[in-house]
Every structure is written in structure tokens, then in C-alpha cells.
């Protein structure tokens, strides 16, 4: 695993952290615990923090499933102000997002909840995605007003 | 990250009492699936899954508790969860899967 550290991008308000990871599922863990971390940093709430703690998971689950052993994925935290930016990118066989089914109760399965359980808890999700040419998600979650004065 | 997985058989309801303590994730979900299976193959009944104390679930943790429930759906029993946390209950509404499981 490496980490940069934080590099301060062109506007000054936003500093960004990158990870490199191998696309194995015992490493999940250390991103998903890196996004609360920063989340409380930003000052966000703990049902927020939780929020994107489980949609940074579910993402980076993502790029495990889909990727190879030998692989790596990326992730990159974008922090400013007002809000948290999550992108995961991975190389691996990546999926139809127009086929991407939405859970069905009646007839509920093992697999595919993931991008489901993203969106519901993040504000803004961009999923980009086509079979051979890996996946790139990209995740925001706004610092809602009361969080914002009490920092 | 860990999950420490406590199994006892409650004779008096006819049960599986099953106490998930830490996380359940990609690392850890196939072990919950073997331990689960394990105990249908003793005996095939109710499991009860105490979630007091588990602080983290994911869709891979998600997907072997369906599993397994489906499993047990197919002979008329179920799974009963207790004592979820918050974040463990919300992510059970936003899937819909509170409407599958009994949650207590």
C-alpha cells in the first residue's frame, strides 16, 4: 500500500490524499477506516461519518470483485469545506451500468446491492463503467448546514 | 478488522443463538457463510442472530444472511435479528431487507 500525502491542489480551500492499493479483500478495511477518519476531521456527524464509511466500503468491494488479484485500485479523498469527494478507480472487468439491476425484494439476491446502497447514502454518485475497461466511481456528501456553524 | 462469531444451541426455543461481535465485510463474510452452514447441516432451525454487538455490516454480509435465509425460507424457518445498532437497522430499511428478515 502507499499514501501520498496530502497535496494541496490549484485552490488552496481543497486538499486531496491518494491511496494505491492491491485489489484484495483484507485491504478494504484500511480505506474504509482512512474516509471516517477524514470524514470526522471535515466535521461531519456520526451518522454521516457512517454514511460514507459503508458507501466508500461498498465501493471499494466493488473494485475488489472486479478486479484481479494482481491489480491495484486507487483511491483518491478530495476534502474542502463544505464538502467530501470520494473517487475509487480500478482496471478490472468492470460491468453494464444500463444493466445494473435495482434490488428486487420478492425475489432478493446474494450479489448487487452495492451501487444500490451508495446511492441511498451518498448525495451526488457517478458511476462510470463498461465491461473490460474498469470501473471509476465518484461520491459526495455535502456538510449539511448545522455541521458547517458548529465547526 | 475482525468478527468473533459465538454459537450456542437453545434447546428450550429450538434455536440457533448466534452473537456477532466486530465486522462483517468482504474479509469476513465467508467465514460467517461456512459457520452459518455449518449449523444448518447439524440442524435445520430458526437462527437468532444477536447484532448487540456488531458494529459493521456491508452488501457482502448482507448477501450470505439472504442467502442462508432463503435456505431456511424454503423449509418455513427464519432468521430473527436483534439488537441492531442504528446504522446496522438503516442499512437493512434502505435495501428493503427489513421487510425479509425479522428484526427485533
Known sequence: ?151 | MSLNINKAFDSEKNLWEVKLIGEIDISTANSLKEILIKLLEEKEIDIKLDCKELDYIDSTGLGVLIGILKRLKSIDKDIIIINPKPNISKLFKITGLDKIFIIK
Open chain 1, 1 to 151: 500500500m502507499t499514501t501520498k500525502c496530502a497535496n494541496k491542489s490549484e485552490d488552496s480551500k481543497k486538499e486531496n490524499i491518494c491511496m494505491s492499493l492491491p485489489s484484495k479483500p483484507e485491504y478494504v478495511s484500511i480505506v474504509r477506516m482512512t474516509s471516517s477518519v477524514i470524514a470526522n476531521k471535515i466535521g461531519f456527524n456520526i451518522e454521516d461519518i457512517e454514511d460514507i464509511k459503508v458507501a466508500v466500503g461498498e465501493a471499494c468491494n466493488n473494485a475488489v470483485l472486479h478486479g484481479c488479484d494482481s491489480n491495484i485500485f486507487k483511491v483518491e479523498f478530495i476534502i474542502s469545506e463544505e464538502k467530501f469527494i470520494i473517487e475509487i478507480e480500478d482496471e478490472g472487468k468492470g460491468f453494464n451500468v444500463d444493466k445494473y439491476p435495482h434490488p428486487d425484494i420478492c425475489n432478493p439476491k446474494e450479489s448487487g446491492l452495492g451501487i444500490f446502497i451508495i446511492k441511498s447514502l451518498m448525495d451526488n454518485v457517478e458511476v462510470k463503467s463498461s465491461p473490460g475497461k474498469g470501473t471509476f466511481i465518484r461520491m459526495i456528501k455535502f456538510l449539511n448546514e448545522k455541521d458547517k456553524a458548529y465547526n
